[in-house]
């Protein structure tokens, strides 16, 4: 079975840094896309970066230029460098797998979410 597993948020001050972790577990060959998802509170879940298998991103127009989104596809490993953190970035931040080839077929996944708070 495949397991998505956030890691590294937390509380940090207007200004500051984070860095996300996802690691992917379960006999996995091979993954497609991957991404980050986030979702405020009284707020539809939203994206936040995509990344290929090959490397090309894709970042919403409220984190460019301050978010970098990366993975180790040897590691089946994603990760989120988040800078010049806003009050308005607190969110649950969801790693997501799409086109997860393992030996019983091919699926997408979510991860359970790590929450991020950005306050003085």
């Known amino acids: 079975q495949v397991q998505l ?3 590294g948020g937390g ?5 500051g840094s984070l860095r996300l972790s996802c690691a992917a577990s379960g006999s996995i060959s091979s993954i497609s896309a991957m991404g980050w998802y986030r979702q405020a ?3 539809e879940r939203e994206l936040a970066a995509t990344i290929s298998s090959g490397g090309s991103t894709n970042y919403a127009d409220s984190v460019k ?12 490993t994603l990760y989120l460098q988040m800078n010049s953190l806003k009050p308005e ?6 790693c997501r797998a ?11 996944y979510w991860g359970q979410g790590t929450q991020v708070t950005v306050s003085s």
Do not use: M
């Open 98 to 108: 799409d086109g997860v080839n393992t030996r019983w077929g091919r699926g997408d």
């Open 65 to 76: 230029g301050r978010f970098t989104i990366s993975r180790n596809n040897a590691k089946n």
């Open 41 to 43: 509170p009284g707020k």
């Open 5 to 7: 597993v956030e890691s």
């Open 11 to 15: 509380l940090v001050q207007p200004g």
């Open 89 to 94: 970035d607190t969110a649950v931040y969801y």
